[in-house]
């Protein structure tokens, strides 16, 4: 379930949504109005009953990358800068 708390501050008065998400990480997210607080949390319980959290919510799918295919991503990225030509070049004679 959702928990819905009001943070008083220098700055004025918050109300903070803390919950757990599906894949376990703790979400807090912060609202300057009651309404919009309670509009968010109940969203997000719903959501996450009907397993569909992700669509809502535009999470990113976790995936895993074997160190390979991460090397790989690694020299195309970095590849046309002159510094990494430059000093891989000497570490590929060897």
Do not use: H, I
Request: net charge positive.
């Amino acid at each position: 379930m959702a928990e819905l708390r009001k943070l008083t501050n220098k700055d004025g008065t918050v109300w903070q949504v803390d919950y757990d998400a599906p894949d376990g990480m703790r979400v807090r997210k912060c609202f300057n109005l009651r309404k919009d607080a309670e509009a968010y949390a109940g969203k997000a319980v719903s959501a996450k009953r009907e397993g569909r959290y992700d669509d809502v919510f535009k999470v990113k799918k976790k995936t895993q990358v074997t160190s390979a295919e991460l090397s790989n991503r690694y020299v195309e990225n970095f590849q046309t800068q002159k510094a990494f030509y430059s000093s891989k070049k000497m570490q590929w004679r060897r």
